[in-house]
């Protein structure tokens, strides 16, 4: 099964600078239709998740612009350009190219 | 608007089985790959198994913990998405989610102890 590996696994933040999460796939993540099927969550207190990026780099709907994601192959970013409070939450990188699915162990972002 | 509700979830005993619900509006369960993600307390996110879309043949895939004890089915009248479990243990204890991928439900607590 694919290993997905997030640094760091605690990220205290101030309020208004960015931050930067990285998630790593023990293989690649290209499919064999040439998309790579990585996405990014966002679970805040005592909610569900709620699915922020897909297809590594693509924005959901009402998915604020300071949110982003990069990467390719096995090494993977979701960056935040500049935190706000309510962003407060659990990140999850997860991959979708290979059965079964697998979510990365969560990245906790906190307001410093 | 496009929603789920998830239902059913409780307090089982080991060995004990469970069927949770998940009522979907605003689309078509037949026409969405859907699937239940599980989270034990105070942890992170797992893949339990997920349903293809019709036109994509319907088949089930399951993860390894709970192969050959879960099954994922739908009704389409019903227009909603099941998940049976079956010697249920209590390393099964979770809130179960269904989802689209895109589109979460608020989840069920399913509590497994004797």
């Known amino acids: 099964d694919v290993v997905m590996t997030q640094s760091p696994l605690s990220l205290p933040v101030t309020l208004g600078q960015p931050a930067s999460i990285s998630c790593r796939s023990s293989?690649?993540?290209?499919?064999?239709?040439?998309?790579?099927?990585l996405n990014w969550f966002q679970q805040r207190p005592g909610q569900s998740p709620r699915r922020l990026i897909y297809?590594?780099?693509n924005r959901d709907s009402g998915v604020p612009d300071r949110f982003s994601g990069s990467g390719s192959g096995t090494d993977f970013t979701l960056k935040i350009s500049r935190v706000e409070a309510e962003d407060v939450g659990v990140y999850y990188c997860?991959?979708?190219?290979?059965?079964?699915?697998?979510f990365g162990q969560g990245t906790r972002l906190e307001i410093k | 608007e496009v929603l789920l509700v998830e239902s059913g979830g409780g307090l089982v005993k080991p060995g004990g089985s469970l069927r949770l619900s998940c009522a979907a509006s605003?689309?078509?369960?037949?026409?969405?790959?859907m699937s239940w993600v599980r989270q034990a307390p105070g942890k992170g996110l797992e893949w339990v198994g997920r349903?293809?879309?019709?036109?994509?043949?319907?088949?089930?895939d399951y993860a390894a913990p709970v192969k050959g004890r879960f099954t994922v089915s739908r009704d389409d009248s019903k227009n909603t998405l099941y998940l049976e479990m079956d010697s249920l243990k209590t390393e099964d204890t979770a809130v179960y989610y269904c989802?689209?991928?895109?589109?979460w439900g608020q989840g069920t607590l399913v509590t497994v102890s004797s």
């Open positions: 989802t689209t991928g895109f589109r």
């Open positions: 605003g689309f078509t369960v037949t026409n969405a790959w």
């Open positions: 349903i293809k879309s019709k036109t994509d043949g319907g088949t089930t």
């Open positions: 293989q690649s993540l290209v499919y064999s239709d040439g998309n790579t099927y």
């Open positions: 297809k590594v780099s």
């Open positions: 997860m991959q979708g190219t290979h059965w079964p699915p697998a």
